[in-house]
Nanobody, 127 residues
C-alpha cells in the first residue's frame, strides 16, 4: 500500500485545512486508517483513526471536536478536516494504514501498530 498526503500549508490560528491521503497499490477495504503528527523533536502523536468498512472513528482529546476524519471509498482516499486550528497543531501530518486492527483504543493509538506510512505533509499554524 502506498500512501500520499496532500493539503498541508500555512494558516492563521482559527483557520481550517483539509488534508488528503490517497492510497494506491491495493484496496484499503478492511484496513483501519490513522492520522498522526510529529512536531520537531517530538514523537509521533496519534490524531485519529477510522476503520474503513464500519467508519468507526477515534480521536485524541487534543483534537476532538475540531478535527474530523472521513473517507471516500470510491477514491480510496482518506481525509482530515481540521477546524479551529491552533499554533500547537503545527506539525508534519502523516497518514498510516493498519491492516490488522481491533477495537482496542490503546492498540489504535500506537504508531508501531501501523504497517504503512505516507511521507507526511507540513501544517503550520501562526498565531
Amino acid at each position: 500500500v502506498q500512501l500520499v498526503e496532500s493539503g498541508g500549508g500555512m494558516v492563521q490560528a482559527g483557520g481550517s485545512l483539509r488534508l488528503s491521503c490517497a492510497a494506491s497499490g491495493r484496496t484499503i477495504d478492511g484496513y483501519a486508517m490513522g492520522w498522526f503528527r510529529q512536531a520537531p523533536e517530538k514523537e509521533h502523536e496519534f490524531v485519529g483513526r477510522i476503520t474503513w468498512n464500519s467508519g468507526r472513528t477515534l480521536y485524541s482529546d487534543s483534537v476532538k471536536g475540531r478535527f474530523t476524519i472521513s473517507r471516500d471509498n470510491a477514491k480510496n482516499t482518506l481525509y482530515l478536516q481540521m477546524n479551529s486550528l491552533k499554533p500547537e497543531d503545527t506539525a508534519v501530518y502523516f497518514c498510516a494504514a493498519q491492516r490488522y486492527y481491533n477495537n482496542n483504543d490503546a492498540y489504535a493509538v500506537g504508531a508501531v501498530n501501523y504497517e504503512y506510512w505516507g511521507q507526511g505533509t507540513q501544517v503550520t499554524v501562526s498565531s
